[in-house]
Structure formats: C-alpha cells, structure tokens
C-alpha cells in the first residue's frame, strides 16, 4: 500500500474510535464535540481530498473546539495500534 493509503487507513482509524467513544460515552458534549471534528471525513475521502487536507480540517475544528490534545491522542494511539500489528504481521509471515 502507498503512504497516502496508510494515511488514509489511519485516518479511517481514528473515524473508528471516535465512533465507539460517541455510542460508549454517556456525556453529550463529547459526543457532540466528536462528531463535529470527524463528520466531514466520509465526504473527505470520498471526493478525493489528499489525507493531509483531511487531516489539516480535523485539526482546525479540533482546535476551535479545545480538543485537540484529545483528537492527536487518539492519532497517535491508532498509530501504535498499526504499527503493532505491522510488527504481527510480519512476524507470522
């Protein structure tokens, strides 16, 4: 896969557990505020915008919303996450 593949892949991640935490939490805002940062990926992706462009909204909504520490925890934790099972991978082969 190209590096603007797994870029995409990361970002889809990220969509992922940004899903999970808005059906798992009890607290409205969150769920608000999670949602307001990553709706506009699905469209993103779909009408062909580069990852970083993608990348470069999240963190500008992020930042209006004082939640971008949160937003680049969950990049880098789904960063990890790849990277490991990368690592499984490559082993089981």
């Known amino acids: ?3 603007q593949g797994d870029d995409y892949k990361l970002i889809l ?3 992922g557990y940004a899903l999970i ?3 798992a939490t009890d607290n409205v805002r969150k ?3 999670l949602a307001d940062v990553f709706h506009n990926v699905p ?3 779909a009408y062909g915008r580069t990852p970083e462009n993608i990348r470069q909204k999240l ?3 992020a ?6 520490g949160y937003i680049d925890g969950m ?3 789904a960063l990890q996450n790849m990277r490991q099972w990368e690592a499984r991978k490559t082993t089981l082969n």
Do not use: P
């Not at 930042?63 to 971008?68: M, V």
């Open 1 to 3: 896969m190209t590096a």
């Open 13 to 15: 991640k990220v969509l």
């Open 21 to 23: 935490e808005i059906r």
């Open 31 to 33: 769920a608000q505020t």
């Open 43 to 45: 469209a993103g992706i």
């Open 59 to 61: 963190e500008q909504t």
């Open 63 to 68: 930042t209006r919303l004082k939640c971008k």
């Open 75 to 77: 990049f880098e934790d």
